[in-house]
């Protein structure tokens, strides 16, 4: 579980990365993408694009008319028999799930696998207040007794391996295991089926929430997320306002873009649909459903047209499979909740730009993200936008980058819109760099530049291209003679000027 | 009529390899292309904008368009990038009703990549060119996600005459330059550096070719500070090779 962080430094973070986490992250994502690849061969490229098409559609015609849709899911949630609550904030939703908690006498707690309740540190606030709270999901189960957070918003604990999760499980639960995915699971299975039994409630995500028929959709493999719904006799979800989808026509949509972009299945293992809690005693299901609708910032997220389409996302994590960045350093690298390039756009319009302004640049702006998302997010855009709001401030949030660096890049960027200026200037760092150059390349330069130098040597600067230019034309030669000894004047004019400040001040006995 | 193009140096390609530059007029020329180099050319502006510094892009937006403002025909860079961003983005730095926005329609839709110029619009992948080696190709990420350049750079290795081209494993990963990035973030931009390296290696091949300039720097670089034997080179440089011309390595 990660605590909401006051300021996020990704070069830091990176640089502590543990060094067995790429391969281990690696070997996941590239299952991932190449069982995705199949299942989109199945269907066909074109197909494929038109789904996209059709799912990116209806995600923004949803987030465009959210008001309506969720007034509309708050209706038919309520007619089922369910209760709905408006969290305006993290705060909030906490406050509002430990009411129902402490109404209810209850002590132990069953969890699905939610993002949204990792966002807003959902498990802190009941074991703080005494709720023994369990997490059911494989993965979150096992970062959960890791004591750190989720590290990819579909495979929590893709950065372990399976050594190190059976040293967790000696550690943690004195169990012996040996490092094999299937016994190790079993051990967890074996430790969770007591406490579904004994769970006084279940809280689960949602995947979608279908406003026509007020209906809970929850997309999992493991099946723990059906025993947190039936088993505890109450439910409560917490979801973010943007997991609103108009009917069960565009569910499908969704439902077939969801599993393949994220796993490379057709269909999950379970793909449960509740709608209200039980109706009958005889039935199975929670006596009594709550749905926690949460905005934290997502209402803000809506004012930039651009980055709005940021909620369009459903949580596929195919963007972070895809990511080279991601791929290198993990998920705890972007330091909260949401990772890789949903959590590069994400995180600075949650928790703000003054504490995420690292992210947007955390991104080679390769655009394999955008390709692959299933509904068609322009990440690129995105990040270009947030950019733009880091360092020159918008409607949305003033700039935190500092003014005197504003000034500074002004200055460099109206110069090198001088043709003559930006002519000179290449001219005069080719003898800047001669202490530096050693043949071909300036294997280390001084600050800020060695950030560059500290990875690979730059080649050294040529600026030549003008200069042959002109001499392919007797009037270019004419004009390159002339740049020349302009230049040469300019040089030597300065070089006196300096020496005779240096003679006047010797004068002076300085 | 012979076809006229302009020259769009680009900042990387004007400042650190105009050997590109020369090899790229040389192979127009010989397609019978006349080539023009405006000389009020200086930056795009990319780099402002990628860094944020969105506002400050106008001034080096105004002064590209009023170099290419008086000139005729494809104007052409040795690079992907570059191309996309003066065709996309100064669409939307200058939208309709920006008093520049009837210019950026006119002038950089003129804009094209060399590969793109060459196979899109001459529609030639044969040239003469003669390069006995075996060669590899990254596959840059504008060039292919924004330009949609895919197939067209390897059509043009593949009618190079002795020419082996060898497939390079995960061809369409970045590199890891990403320009501001490679320099906010030295470590990760290294950390794919060397899975690319990786890569190349794997290839076997002795040539890594790519038509970015910005990845020919980072990826040179890389194989300058390892010791690498492997040599990088523009894919312009490859098609100016010919039989009588002995190339030195760049
Ligand atoms: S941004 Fe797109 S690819 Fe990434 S998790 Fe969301 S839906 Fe999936």
Redesign the pocket.
């Known amino acids: 579980m990660s605590a909401i962080p006051t300021h996020i430094d990704f070069r830091r973070n990176v640089q502590s990365v543990e060094p067995q986490v790429p391969a281990s992250v690696r070997k996941a994502t590239t299952r991932f993408l190449d069982t995705r690849a199949a299942v989109v061969d199945v269907i066909g490229q074109e197909s494929w694009q038109a789904l996209r098409q059709a799912g990116h559609d209806v995600r923004l015609h949803t987030i465009n008319h959210l008001d309506y849709y969720l007034a509309r899911l708050e209706e038919e949630v309520t007619r089922a028999g369910g209760h709905v609550h408006w969290a305006r904030d993290a705060q909030e939703a906490n406050r509002i799930v430990l009411e129902i908690a402490q109404e209810h006498r209850v002590k132990r707690v069953v969890k699905a696998k939610s993002m949204v309740t990792e966002e807003i540190g959902l498990n802190r606030t009941l074991v703080d207040a005494g709720v023994q709270t369990l997490e059911t999901d494989l993965g979150e189960y096992i970062v959960q007794l890791a004591g750190t957070g989720p590290s990819h ?1 579909m495979v929590p604990a893709i950065h372990l391996t399976k050594e190190g999760i059976a040293d967790l499980f000696r550690e943690k639960l004195g169990l012996d295991a040996l490092p094999e995915a299937a016994r190790l699971a079993a051990l967890a299975r074996a430790q969770l089926r007591q406490e579904f039994l004994a769970a006084d409630m279940g809280i689960t995500g949602a995947n979608f929430l279908v406003a026509e028929t007020g209906t809970l959709v929850l997309v999992t493999n493991e099946g723990n997320g059906r025993m947190c719904t039936t088993l505890p006799p109450l439910h409560v979800a917490v979801a973010g306002i943007d997991k609103v989808v108009p009917d069960l026509e565009s569910l499908n949509v969704l439902l077939k873009l969801l599993p393949r ?1 994220a796993t490379g299945q057709k269909m999950s293992a379970y793909t449960a649909f509740i709608t209200g809690p039980r109706r009958t005693e005889e039935e199975n299901g929670p006596k009594e459903f709550h749905l926690v609708l949460l905005d934290n910032g997502r209402t803000i997220i809506l004012q930039d047209e651009i980055t709005r389409e940021t909620l ?9 499979n895809v990511c080279p960045v991601y791929n290198h350093v993990g998920g705890h690298a972007y330091g909260f909740a949401y990772s ?3 959590g590069a756009i994400l995180l600075p319009q949650l928790v703000g730009t003054k504490v995420a302004a690292d992210l947007p640049f955390a991104s080679s702006l390769c655009g394999a ?1 955008a390709d ?4 068609k ?1 322009p ?1 690129v855009e995105i990040l270009l936008r947030l950019r733009r709001r880091v360092v020159e401030g918008d409607t949305v949030e003033p700039a935190v980058s500092p003014a005197t660096l504003r000034l500074g890049v002004q200055m460099v960027a109206r110069a090198m819109s001088i043709p003559w200026l930006y002519d000179l200037a290449g001219q005069l760092l080719r003898i800047a760099q001669a202490p530096f150059r050693r043949g071909a390349w300036l294997p280390s330069l001084p600050p800020p530049l060695n950030r560059w130098t500290m990875a690979r040597p730059l080649p050294a600067l040529r600026a030549d291209w003008r200069a042959a230019w002109r001499r392919r034309t007797p009037e270019g030669r004419t004009r390159q003679r002339r740049i020349r000894i302009a230049l040469v004047a300019a040089l030597a004019s300065a070089a006196a000027y300096v020496g005779w400040r240096l003679i006047q001040r010797q004068d002076r006995g300085e | 009529m012979r076809a006229r193009v302009q020259v769009f140096a680009t900042c990387l390609g004007e400042n650190f390899f105009s050997d590109v530059l020369k090899d790229m007029v040389t192979v127009l020329e010989r397609l019978g292309v006349q080539c023009e180099f405006p000389e009020g050319q200086t930056c795009c502006g990319q780099p402002f904008y990628n860094s944020g510094f969105q506002s400050q892009t106008l001034a080096l937006a105004r002064n590209w368009l009023r170099a290419f403002a008086n000139t005729t025909g494809y104007i052409v860079a040795p690079s992907g990038s570059c191309t996309d961003f003066v065709r996309h983005r100064y669409l939307e730095l200058f939208p309709p009703g920006a008093p520049e926005h009837p210019q950026v329609e006119e002038i950089a839709s003129r804009a094209v990549e060399f590969t793109e110029f060459l196979t899109r619009v001459l529609k030639v992948t044969e040239m003469g060119a003669h390069f006995p080696h075996k060669v590899t190709y990254h596959a840059a990420c504008h060039s292919l996600r924004n330009l949609g350049l895919r197939d067209e750079p390897k059509l043009l290795l593949q009618a190079v005459e002795g020419l082996e081209l060898v497939p390079l494993a995960e061809e369409e990963t970045c590199c890891g330059f990403g320009g501001v990035f490679s320099v906010i973030y030295p470590e990760v931009s290294r950390a794919m550096m060397d899975a690319k390296v990786k890569n190349i290696q794997a290839s076997g091949a002795e040539y890594i070719v790519t038509n970015e300039p910005g990845c020919l720097m980072n990826i040179s670089g890389v194989l300058q500070r390892i010791g690498s034997p492997i040599k990088p080179m523009h894919l312009i440089q490859i098609l100016a090779s010919s039989k009588d011309s002995s190339r030195p390595s760049p």
Not at chain 1, 312 to 320: F, S, T, V
Not at chain 1, 372 to 375: G, K, S, T
Request: aromatic share 0%; hydrophobic share 50%.
């Open positions: 918003i972009s369009l996302c459903i949580r596929c994590g195919a963007c972070l890789g390039p949903i993200c692959i998302c299933p509904v997010i990440i």
